[in-house]
């Protein structure tokens, strides 16, 4: 009894800690930048090669997936008392409030995460954050700030791009069989609520959020070598997960309820 | 000048700098020396700030680092260089991009201007044509050049070199001794150098700090290092058959 209760009372105090330091992380990030110019190219190149460089997984998961669960749903709904464009209607709330917004940041926290905290990590154990901050500037600032900025902006276009994509899927598993395009894009037409959008849109940019800073957070504070870097990135990505589900929940209660 | 008095500095229970009391002047190259494991590296870091330190004090030109804010603190950095052991040049930036990369972030110079300074300060460590591969692309001791161009690009008041001559080939290590010496004499920079390179000791050292297990054991001159009695000098210093038969004959 008395060692589950010290387990349980390091475990808290770990875990205090660990949010302490990444609060004194954040507070560091966003300062005024040494030059402005410096970091606008630091941000187009983060957009680049941590945005428009997911645009091809997110394209083809959404595609996919947003066919897949058009076949799904019908196959559910086989019911004569339910139209068949009901079907459609199912997909796009689907696609909108959950999909698009939730499972596709879940993949990026994969991609993204696993990259922020890995080009950070080994940059830490190379000395290069330590060759900025002699150099005076800061490195929390200079390298985590643009990567927050710059999904933060673009995650929610690219969300957006998703659920098109989705109900592309969507409209292409009709096409191919099931029933007609015509009941799909009538009950694409059904009942649309714009709020929901914004809902996606807003869990989009938390989750982004998230990620960025999580796993800026477990790569820069790394310490010892290329194992650790490893170690750091998978962290991260598990981090970034858990805490995108957990706001998830958190943000459906607020904005849905 | 930078002043140090008394600084420790410890990892959890072990203490790597047990005490170190010295003074670096301006337009001297001092050099620290040191068998490897003896905390040059530690002492540098804490030198500028990297390790904060347990104990003592440290000063530049009379302003306190510890006692700074954060935007002192960052002044007092763009007038440093530093040469890291392992190089830390940023490895996404081209060789160009890394040797002008504080002046990007502090100068108003122009582009072209940048570009000169490039080829200035490449050129001065023997470097050409290498201005637009990745650091990924040179040797060690390529490397190695291009951290020092770096590290002088600003025309550093303070310049603090981390072994910057290990890997070198003998010709290229004294090049690259003299170029620090020559331009900590020119710009009147307050150089500190680590090194456990016996050559370096006698080309450039002014002043020289032998540092064992984390203390301060010897410190003088550079001809005097040649003739010191101390033991723990001399054990190091005439490890090497060469230098016994130096001292032999002076
Ligand atoms: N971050 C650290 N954490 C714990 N111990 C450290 C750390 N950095 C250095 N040390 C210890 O401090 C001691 C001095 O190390 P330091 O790197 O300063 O040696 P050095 O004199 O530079 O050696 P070399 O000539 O091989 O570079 C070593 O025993 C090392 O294990
Ligand atoms: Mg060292």
Not at chain 1, 44 to 69: M, Q, T
Not at chain 1, 116 to 132: K, P, W, Y
Not at chain 1, 196 to 201: G, M, N, R, T, W
Request: hydrophobic content about 45%; aromatic content about 10%.
């Amino acid at each position: 009894m008395q060692n589950y209760f010290y387990f349980s009372d390091m475990f808290l105090i770990t875990w205090i800690r660990t949010l302490g330091r990444y609060w004194l992380m954040l507070s560091r990030t966003f300062r005024k930048p040494e030059n402005w110019n410096e970091y606008k190219k630091a941000f187009f190149r983060d957009l680049d090669h941590l945005g428009v460089d997911s645009l091809g997984i997110v394209a083809v998961i959404s595609i996919f997936v947003g066919a897949v669960v058009t076949i799904q749903t019908n196959y559910n709904l086989q019911d004569p008392l339910i139209p068949d464009y009901y079907v459609a209607l199912a997909v796009r709330e689907s696609i909108i409030l959950e999909f698009s917004p939730t499972i596709v940041s879940l993949i990026l926290a994969g991609k993204v995460g696993s990259n922020i905290a890995s080009t950070l990590g080994s940059m830490r154990v190379s000395e290069q954050i330590d060759a900025l901050e002699v150099m005076g500037v800061n490195p929390h600032a200079y390298l985590i700030m643009p990567k927050v900025v710059a999904l933060v902006l673009f995650n929610p276009i690219l969300i957006i791009i998703s659920m098109f994509l989705g109900v592309i899927g969507g409209y292409l598993a009709a096409y191919f069989g099931i029933f007609s395009t015509q009941d799909f894009i009538t009950g694409l037409q059904l009942e649309f609520n714009a709020y929901y959008v914004s809902y996606a849109l807003i869990k989009t940019v938390v989750f982004a959020f998230l990620i960025t800073s999580i796993s800026a957070f477990y790569g820069f504070f790394v310490k010892g070598g290329a194992i650790e870097v490893g170690v750091n990135a998978t962290k991260a990505v598990v981090s970034s997960s858990v805490a995108i589900i957990v706001a998830n929940y958190v943000l459906t209660q607020i904005l849905l309820v | 000048m930078i002043e140090v008095r008394d600084i420790q500095k410890k990892f959890g229970d072990t203490t790597v700098l047990k005490g170190i009391t010295t003074s670096f002047r301006q337009g001297v190259t001092s050099l620290i020396i040191g068998e490897s494991g003896a905390g040059k590296t530690v002492f540098l870091k804490s030198l500028v700030g990297l390790h904060g330190i347990d104990q003592g004090e440290i000063f530049y030109d009379d302003r306190q680092l510890g006692k700074m804010n954060e935007d002192e603190q960052k002044a007092l950095r763009t007038e440093m260089g530093m040469v890291f052991q392992g190089n830390a040049l940023f490895d996404s930036l081209n060789i160009e991009e890394n040797v002008i990369f504080a002046l990007n972030m502090f100068s108003e110079m122009s582009a072209a201007e940048k570009k000169e300074r490039a080829d200035f300060c490449l050129e001065r460590v023997n470097l050409k044509g290498v201005n637009n591969r990745k650091p990924a692309e040179l040797s060690g001791g390529m490397k190695k050049r291009v951290a020092i161009a770096r590290a002088i690009a600003l025309n550093p008041k303070y310049l603090f070199c981390d072994e910057p001559n290990s890997g070198l080939d003998p010709r290229t290590a004294i090049l690259i001794d003299n170029l620090l010496q020559e331009i900590t004499h020119e710009f009147n920079i307050t150089t500190v150098i680590n090194t456990h390179d016996m050559n370096s000791v006698v080309e450039i050292g002014e002043h020289i700090i032998f540092i064992k297990d984390g203390a301060k054991a010897w410190e003088g001159g550079g001809e005097e290092i040649l003739h010191t009695d101390n033991k723990a000098v001399t054990d190091f210093v005439f490890s090497s058959e060469l230098f016994r038969k130096i001292r032999e004959k002076s």
